[in-house]
């Protein structure tokens, strides 16, 4: 299984000029509403489990996020791909009192546990490269995106 098929394009987007970890939330998710992927609660579930369990990455160079909710609110599975503009604020998942500047953001629809873990890792392959996130931070579309993931 590959992270490739979860991707939307619509659902890829590029420079995204956002002041917070919320409105880029609105954008990915008002998009994968209108296309029926989620349910009308996925936003306000991703938001409080951002709130008690934070998904801000320190990585080397770029920071990475990868928010997420439950099951229930996703009909058809997706992986979201955001590379901002300017990084935004999270809290770290390893330390929520702490806050990091990210700058890519995965948001997983998924609905099948045993998807999560294998998206997870192949996810974590992609932001342990450092030559892969400057790949996604200079993509300029959907295709550039999507030809870093096969």
Same mark, same amino acid.
């Given at each position: 299984? *590959?992270?490739? =098929? @979860? ?8 420079? &995204?000029?956002?002041?917070? %970890? ?6 990915? $998710? ?6 029926? $992927? ?6 306000? %579930? &991703? ?14 160079? $770029?920071? +990475? ?5 439950? /099951? ?14 300017? /990084?935004? /604020? @999270? $809290? ?5 009192? %702490?806050? #990091? !500047? #990210? ?9 099948? /546990?045993?998807? =999560?873990?294998?998206?997870? =890792?192949?996810? +974590?392959?992609? +932001?342990? !490269?450092? *030559? ?6 200079? *993509?300029?579309? *959907?295709? !550039? ?6």
């Amino acid at each position: 299984m *590959s992270i490739e =098929q @979860f991707l939307k394009d619509e659902l890829i987007k590029v420079h &995204v000029n956002c002041e917070s %970890k919320e409105q880029l939330f609105e954008v990915l $998710y008002q998009e994968a509403f209108k296309k029926g $992927y989620v349910s009308e609660a996925y936003l306000e %579930k &991703v938001n409080a489990r951002e709130a008690i369990f934070p998904t801000g990455l320190n990585m080397d160079k $770029y920071n +990475i996020a990868i928010p997420h909710t439950d /099951p229930e609110f996703v009909f058809e599975q997706f992986i979201a791909v955001a590379t901002l503009e300017k /990084p935004v /604020p @999270f $809290y770290l998942m390893d330390d929520n009192t %702490k806050q #990091v !500047d #990210v700058n890519v953001v995965f948001m997983l629809g998924l609905n099948e /546990p045993h998807n =999560q873990l294998n998206v997870l =890792q192949q996810i +974590i392959g992609v +932001i342990q !490269d450092g *030559s892969k996130i400057e790949e996604l931070l200079q *993509s300029s579309n *959907s295709t !550039d995106v999507r030809a870093i993931f096969a």
